[in-house]
């Protein structure tokens, strides 16, 4: 694994970790959705994640992160189609596909310190 994927993989959980402490302990949908700053915070940490998911294909293509073009993909309709992003879609991402994604960043990390 190069230095760069390494950096890109740091962002990665560094977003990650970012969008967590936002929503802190007590996360609801109503509270997200009511909270444009929130909102706003964790879509940029979304843009950050597809943006390195992407530079790392580009340098590795076949590195295990599952769902990589659909993360990639995500970043995109965040920023192209700002006006049109379902927060119910978004909540599911941070719900369902972070915690997945957050253990394969560390996974592949602890590989590289080995």
């Known amino acids: 694994m190069q230095h ?11 977003a990650i970790d970012s969008i967590y402490d ?12 009511s909270n444009k700053l929130l909102r706003r915070a964790v879509e940029r940490e979304l843009e950050i994640i597809g ?3 992407g530079r790392i294909l580009k340098r590795d293509p076949e590195i295990n992160i599952s769902s990589s073009r659909r993360i990639v993909n995500l970043r995109n309709w965040v920023i192209h189609a700002y006006d049109n992003v379902d927060n119910v879609i978004i909540w599911g991402i941070i719900n369902k596909d972070l915690p997945m994604l957050r253990e394969q960043v560390l ?5 590289k310190n080995s």
């Open 4 to 14: 760069s994927v390494k950096t890109h993989l740091l962002d990665i959980l560094n």
């Open 51 to 53: 943006e390195a998911v």
């Open 22 to 33: 936002y929503l802190g302990e007590e996360r609801s949908l109503t509270t997200y959705e």
């Open 107 to 111: 996974d592949l990390l602890e590989k």
